[in-house]
Nanobody, 119 residues
Framework: QVQLVESGGGLVQAGGSLRLSCTASGNIVRINFMGWYRQVPGKQRDLVAIINSDDSTNYADSVKGRFTISRDNAKNTAYLQMNGLKAEDTAVYFC?????????????WGQGTQVTVSS
């Protein structure tokens, strides 16, 4: 089994910054991509940023230039540095990872962390 645990969410004023962390633990052989998604009530979960095993990245257009995704492979951890936050960034942020264990390759999700940006 693999668990993803997020941290770092909270309440911040518009223009402020937050850094989210996502740590994977369990019977991990290899972590392929790690990504962040976000969801607001009544809407679908949308991709925010993704980082691959070769450290290549992709971002949603709405966060380009403001958010930075990174990873520390030694710690099985991904980070999302969020700068210049806007009210429309308010959402629950979920970590996602494609993980190889000895038994399988599958996606895992964290429990989500709330980010609220006050205008």
């Amino acid at each position: 089994q693999v668990q993803l645990v997020e941290s770092g969410g909270g309440l911040v004023q518009a223009g402020g910054s937050l850094r989210l962390s996502c740590t994977a633990s369990g019977n991990i052989v290899r972590i392929n991509f790690m990504g962040w998604y976000r969801q607001v009530p009544g809407k679908q979960r949308d991709l925010v940023a993704i980082i691959n095993s070769d450290d290549s990245t992709n971002y949603a257009d709405s966060v380009k230039g403001r958010f930075t995704i990174s990873r520390d492979n030694a710690k099985n951890t991904a980070y999302l540095q969020m700068n210049g936050l806007k009210a429309e960034d308010t959402a629950v942020y979920f970590c996602n990872a494609a993980v190889n264990t000895r038994m399988s390759l599958r996606d895992y999700w964290g429990q989500g962390t709330q980010v609220t940006v006050s205008s």
